[in-house]
């Protein structure tokens, strides 16, 4: 399995940015996908995920109602919409994958899929 994620860049305080991630090598039916972030001297933590089959989706509490995660069955992409952007948003998006979705979805260590990152830098 391979992710690409792409979208990121320099964005003013209340803006917004879509992120994407080109999913191949797979059958995502069964997969959970999602995104996490990781600022300077910070650990990662969970953005959003969503079941590919389902849609279900959960999302961390720090972007409820600013961040949206979907995807594109026939495209195999997964996009996070991010609206109101603050400065506290800059990190570097990484998006993830794991076969089947868990109870413990926000938790970086349940995913076996790792794409590269991309940055995403909010200026106040």
């Known amino acids: 399995v391979q992710l690409q994620a792409s979208g990121g860049g320099l964005v003013q305080a209340g803006g917004s940015l879509r992120l994407s991630c080109a999913a191949s090598g797979g059958s995502f039916t069964d997969y959970a996908l999602g995104w996490f972030r990781q600022a300077p001297g910070k650990e990662r933590e969970v953005v959003a995920v969503i079941r590919w089959g389902g849609g279900r989706t959960a999302y961390a509490d720090s972007v409820k109602g600013r961040f949206t995660i979907s995807r594109d069955n026939a495209k195999n992409t997964l996009y996070l919409q991010m609206n109101r952007l603050n400065p506290e948003d800059t990190s570097v998006y990484y998006c993830?994958?794991?076969?089947?979705?868990?109870?413990?979805?926000?938790?970086?260590?349940?995913?076996?899929?790792w794409g590269q990152g991309t940055q995403v830098t909010v200026s106040s």
């Open positions: 993830v994958g794991r076969i089947r979705w868990t109870t413990n979805w926000s938790s970086a260590s349940e995913y076996s899929y």
